[in-house]
C-alpha cells in the first residue's frame, strides 16, 4: 500500500532553516511528482510547490521561491523540503503529497509540525 | 484570500443533504482544469474525497457527489452521518499562476 512517512516535529528559531523529509514506499517513486502543502494553525491548506522526481524540475509558488528547495533521492525514495530564513509565520504542519494526473493528490504523508520561535 | 472561494461554514442534521460550493475563475475552474475536495478530519491529514470533478476514490461512499459547472464546482453530501463532521478543501490548478496549484479556503462541516 502506498505510504508516505514524514519526518518528526522541529522547533526552530527565527532565522534559521528547515529540512523535512517524506519516505515514500508501495509504489514507483520515480514515476509521481511530490508536492508540499502546509497548513497554519487553524488556518486552511496552502501549496507550496511540487517536484518532478524523474526530471528533477521542480515549480515554486510564487510566495516561496527563493526560500524553498525541493529535492529528492532516489536511492531511499525520499523527497526534501527545505525551508529557510524561517519566521513565526512559518510555523504550521508541512505535509508531502503523491501528486496524481490532473494536479490531484492522491496520498498524503502525516505531516511535520513545524513550529519558529525564538 | 484564496483563489477558490468556499463558505467558511456549512450544517446539517443527520440524514440531511448538504452541499459546498467552490467558486473560481477562468483560470482555473472556468477554464475546465479538474476540481479535487479532500476531507480533514479533527487532527488528522486530508484525504483525497473526490477527483476529476465527480470521481469517487475507492472506499468513499456514494453519499459523496461532486459537480462542476462553469467557474464553480460543488460537493454534495447525502444521508449526513456524525463522521461527516470535518473539513473539506476543495482544489484546482490555475493557468495564470503559472501552473500552481491552487485550494479553496475551506468549509467546515458540522452535524448538528
Known amino acids: 500500500q502506498v505510504q508516505l512517512v514524514q519526518s518528526g516535529a522541529e522547533i526552530k528559531k527565527p532565522g534559521a532553516s528547515v529540512r523535512v523529509s517524506c519516505k515514500a514506499s508501495?509504489?514507483?517513486?520515480?514515476?509521481?511528482?511530490i508536492s508540499w502543502v502546509r497548513q497554519a494553525p487553524g488556518q486552511g491548506l496552502e501549496w507550496m510547490g511540487c517536484?518532478?522526481?524523474?526530471?528533477?524540475?521542480?515549480k515554486l509558488a510564487q510566495k516561496f521561491q527563493g526560500r524553498v528547495t525541493m529535492t529528492t533521492e532516489t536511492s531511499t525514495d525520499t523527497a526534501y523540503m527545505e525551508l529557510r530564513s524561517l519566521t513565526s509565520g512559518d510555523t504550521a504542519i508541512y505535509y508531502c503529497?503523491?501528486?496524481?494526473?490532473?494536479?490531484?493528490?492522491?496520498?498524503w504523508g502525516q505531516g511535520t509540525l513545524v513550529t519558529v520561535s525564538s | 484570500q484564496s483563489v477558490l472561494t468556499q463558505p467558511p461554514s456549512v450544517s446539517g442534521a443527520p440524514g440531511q443533504r448538504v452541499t459546498i460550493s467552490c467558486t473560481g475563475s477562468?483560470?482555473?475552474?472556468?477554464?475546465?482544469?479538474?476540481v479535487q475536495w479532500y476531507q480533514q478530519l479533527p487532527e488528522s491529514a486530508p484525504k483525497l474525497l473526490m477527483y476529476?470533478?465527480?470521481k469517487r476514490p475507492s472506499g468513499v461512499p456514494d453519499r459523496f457527489s461532486g459537480s462542476r459547472s462553469g467557474t464553480s464546482a460543488s460537493l454534495a453530501i447525502t444521508g449526513l452521518q456524525a463522521e461527516d463532521e470535518a473539513d473539506y478543501y476543495c482544489?484546482?490548478?490555475?493557468?495564470?499562476?503559472?501552473?500552481?496549484?491552487?485550494f479553496g479556503g475551506g468549509t467546515k462541516l458540522t452535524v448538528l
Open positions: 503529497a503523491r501528486e496524481e494526473i490532473s494536479a490531484r493528490f492522491d496520498y
Open positions: 508501495g509504489y514507483t517513486f520515480s514515476t509521481y511528482v
Open positions: 517536484i518532478s522526481v524523474s526530471h528533477g524540475y521542480t
Open positions: 477562468s483560470s482555473n475552474i472556468g477554464a475546465g482544469y479538474d
Open positions: 476529476a470533478n465527480n
Open positions: 482544489q484546482s490548478y490555475d493557468s495564470s499562476l503559472d501552473g500552481s496549484r491552487v
